[in-house]
């Protein structure tokens, strides 16, 4: 079917303006899709012609300047339309309108600005970036179309994005797109890096999405403990293909390798020195990041038995790696039999290596980093976890270092014994306890003892005035408690008010004996 393509002019009646000028529209149609934009453009309707849909004469100056910017217009949009044509077999009408919005540059929409983005990922591959990211970027695409194509939007250009954008596809992935929080997360992420690329091309001014925050929901790292690896060393199996892949599981958990790194692993990267170590001097795949391990005695053990084993993809491989899917099917398998509930896979093994083989025994986090190939030490840390037995023997060995070396030379003795020893004059005070708000007669020192005319010198008038408000005790001049002070809460009873001679025939109000005491 052919592609049929038209730009028609016209002018908006409904908006004239104070000096009788009237806005210059455009519609675009493209296979019986339309689309409107503005000209931002304003004349007077008597240069229109309603039949042609274009001015009337271009006999003045005025006319032909309208005449050529409506023509230039034209020109951006066929070509706008003719690129994307040539690279995608769907055109429609907003796609075009959404490009020309672009200021006719062909990456000034979102879906073309994440093809420049994917398309620079691809010339990289096989230098520092793998198959595999390309085609994790191409599903993202088809999750942001289908989610464009859903909202009628087919595109949007980089200077209408928002934050708002970003909002709604994010809640739209978790819902309606059957997306993970961590897939969500990692999807909006490649949004951002996409829109960093439009900033630093100048398609955009500033970054719409920095004002979005989400985190994933990143699930806790398994890893087999040592009684688990024992059970799968120990279990007889009866095919030569599930002793295989036996075999490589606990050679990862070994060695810390990953699926990809396993299957890639040959005789030429396994290094022996005089003294009869063996190393694997690699770098990763999946960062290129160099590694160097020294085999433990299982692992030289491991690669000996499967020296010229049949099945490998060439005789320089050191085992024979299959898919990754069956792989981690088999594994599944043997697991059940050992009775492992966890749900096992390749990588697992290598998280046994961060935090059982290595971690537990006390090897430096520093040399588990080096040996894994992290770029950072803070991806060791996700991956060797401090476990329960390994915090427990740090303390051990935390306390027999330190053995005698700290002793308390003064028993510990409570503070209200102190509190409430007794004066030497032996006169008796109301004092604040903080055992009960009602206070309690007691011996306190001289200095916070209550005097019989107004305050105390020795104490502070603002600390006479702040406990109050918790003592809340006052004596009136008449020398003896009211009947207000006795209905308080905070006042002592009416018994125990009786009983007592008070020391004083003025106002005053009662100080604590520890000032420290809240």
């Known amino acids: ?53 274009y001015l009337k004469s271009q006999r003045n100056t005025l006319s032909r300047e309208i005449h050529q910017m409506l ?21 429609t009408a907003n796609k075009v309108k959404n490009a020309y919005h672009g200021f006719g540059d062909r990456y000034k929409t979102l879906i ?32 942001l179309m289908r989610y464009l ?52 091309q100048g398609w955009i001014d500033r970054h719409p999405f920095l004002a979005f925050k989400c985190a994933p929901d990143y699930k806790p790292r398994m890893f087999l403990s040592d009684e688990e690896i024992q059970r799968l060393m120990n279990i007889e199996l009866r095919y030569h293909r599930q002793r295989a892949v036996r075999d490589m599981f606990i050679f990862c958990c070994f060695t810390g390798l990953a699926y990809i790194d396993l299957k890639n692993l040959t005789y030429d990267h396994i290094v022996t020195t005089p003294t009869g170590e063996q190393y ?61 509930t966890k749900n096992l896979s390749t990588h697992i093994g290598r998280h046994t290596f961060g935090t059982t083989v290595t971690l537990e025994k006390g090897v430096p986090i520093e040399t588990v980093s080096e040996m894994l190939g992290h770029k950072q030490i803070t991806t060791t840390q996700i991956y ?23 002793e308390l030379t003064q028993p510990t003795t409570r503070l209200l014994s102190q509190e409430r020893r007794p004066d030497q004059s032996g006169r008796r005070s109301f004092t604040y306890s903080r055992a009960g708000s009602r206070g309690s007669f007691s011996s306190a020192p001289r200095r916070y003892r209550i ?6 010198r020795r104490a502070s008038y603002r600390e006479s005035l702040s406990y109050p408000a918790r003592s809340a005790t006052s004596v009136c001049t008449h020398g003896s408690v009211c009947k207000s002070h006795l209905r308080s809460d905070n006042a002592p009873d009416r018994s125990s008010a009786a009983n007592v001679s008070w020391p004083f025939r003025s106002r005053a109000w009662f100080a604590p004996s520890n000032p420290s005491v809240p």
């Open 280 to 340: 694997i001097y690699n770098r990763r795949q999946k960062t290129g990041t160099p590694y160097h391990i020294m085999l433990l005695p299982i692992a030289q053990e491991l690669i000996e038995r499967y020296r010229g084993y049949p099945g490998k993809i060439d005789e320089t491989r050191v085992f024979p790696v299959k898919d990754r899917k069956s792989m981690c099917t088999t594994i599944k398998r043997i697991a059940q039999k050992c009775g492992i």
């Open 451 to 456: 005097r019989d005319r107004g305050f105390s």
């Open 149 to 200: 194509v859903l909202k009628k939007l087919e595109d949007v250009t980089l200077k209408e994005l928002d934050v708002t954008f970003i909002e709604r596809y994010y809640a739209w992935m978790l819902s309606d797109g059957h997306c993970g929080k961590t897939t969500a997360f990692k999807r909006t992420q490649t949004l951002k890096c996409v829109l960093y690329v439009a900033v630093e």
């Open 1 to 53: 079917m052919k592609s049929t393509f038209k730009v028609l002019f016209y002018l908006k009646k409904d908006k004239i303006s104070k000096d009788g000028k009237v806005p210059v529209m455009g519609r675009i149609t493209v296979n019986g899709t339309q689309a409107g934009f503005s000209c931002k453009l304003n004349i007077d309707p008597a240069l229109w012609d309603e039949k042609t849909n």
């Open 384 to 406: 060797a976890k401090l476990t329960a037995n390994k915090m427990k023997e740090d303390v051990r060995l935390l306390t027999q270092r330190i053995g005698n070396l700290y």
């Open 71 to 91: 023509e230039n217009i034209k020109a951006q949009i066929a070509k706008h339309y003719q690129s994307i044509s040539d690279r995608d077999a769907y055109v």
């Open 112 to 143: 073309a600005a994440f093809d420049y983005h994917a398309d620079s990922i691809k010339a990289r591959i096989g230098r520092d970036r793998a198959q595999r990211t390309y085609d994790r970027l191409m599903e993202e695409r088809r999750c």
